[in-house]
């Protein structure tokens, strides 16, 4: 992380400078790599569980053939070994991974980008019950913002074209799940879960397999199939590297960006409307995370 590496004896400020522009530019291009993520679903001419299924076999695939050959097993009998906290983190990516094509294939791209975004919400109240951190102010300040803000665009499914409350509830379902697997990964902080991406995409590609219908995805969409696969192999690296050079709340100003620009580049390309409902409650749910993150973030400054 940025901050803590100016405590670190015999390092100059030059050099953590150095380390927390390295972790923005990192996290930076991670951000713009996941960007098409949604577009690509939009894209793919084939059923949500074709698309999950290619999605994450392949990104989870090459990742981890990567760490297989640079590491050995090592850093996956390291995820196996964290036990019922592993277990957690598995499930939550893994079934957050399938849950997001199918979201995205059920409601507009801004109403899955704008609703995950709402993940800190759920880290907190899952911290708070299984690792009793307590609440802290600006965070129930967040909590009550943010609400208000899925609540309008909840309504606004019901009033905009192709978007859709199920959609809404399995967005929903990802940004609990997934933030399930970071509350699980922050108790063992000490072991990478990184190799546990991968066993997790692959773990979810096997057991949807069987209803996923792999090889009727047309030869015609290849392209787009490896184009995607490959935008969410990058940004997974790329995400996984920054935050150990930046702040959480760097870390989580910059995630935003993909709220903001994904439903901007699916307006661009397929002219996907958001509606205004969405807009407002979107504008009203990020608007309460940027707050929130700039504040922990100039706390953290001034320490």
């Known amino acids: 992380m940025g901050e803590p590496a100016l405590l670190v004896p015999g390092m100059g400020a030059g050099k953590a400078m150095s380390d927390q522009a390295k972790g923005l530019l990192i996290t930076f291009l991670g951000v713009l790599f996941v960007v098409p993520d949604s577009l690509f679903v939009r894209l793919i001419d084939a059923e949500a569980l074709t698309i999950a299924f290619w999605r994450l076999f392949l990104a989870g695939g090459l990742s981890g053939l990567f760490l297989l050959v640079t590491q050995g097993t090592a850093p996956f009998r390291a995820v196996l070994g964290t036990g019922s906290y592993g277990v957690v983190y598995l499930i939550g990516v893994g079934a957050s991974g399938v849950l997001f094509v199918m979201a995205v294939s059920l409601t507009s791209v801004a109403n899955v980008v704008f609703i995950?975004?709402?993940?800190?919400?759920?880290?907190?109240i899952l911290s708070r019950v299984f690792l009793a951190e307590p609440f802290t102010l600006r965070m129930l300040l967040t909590m009550a913002a943010v609400a208000p803000g899925l609540a309008v665009i909840a309504y606004g499914s019901g009033e905009t074209e192709g978007a859709r409350l199920a959609g809404d509830l399995l967005a929903l379902g990802v940004s609990a799940l997934f933030a399930a697997a970071l509350t699980a990964a922050r108790k063992v902080r000490s072991v990478s879960m990184v190799p546990g991406v991968s066993m997790a995409y692959l773990g979810a590609a096997i057991l949807i397999a069987p209803f996923a219908a792999p090889l009727s995805m047309p030869v015609s969409e290849t392209g787009l199939v490896l184009g995607h696969a490959a935008v969410i192999l990058i940004s997974s690296?790329?995400?996984?590297?920054?935050?150990?050079?930046?702040?959480?709340?760097?870390?989580g100003l910059l995630v935003l960006l993909e709220s903001v620009l994904a439903?901007?580049?699916a307006w661009a390309v397929i002219g996907e409307n958001p509606g205004v409902y969405t807009l407002i409650g979107g504008a009203i749910v990020i608007g309460a995370l940027v707050v929130s993150n700039t504040v922990l973030l100039l706390r953290q400054k001034v320490r």
């Open 263 to 265: 439903p901007l580049l």
């Open 116 to 124: 995950i975004a709402s993940l800190p919400v759920f880290a907190a």
């Open 237 to 251: 690296v790329l995400i996984s590297i920054g935050p150990r050079y930046i702040t959480s709340a760097e870390v």
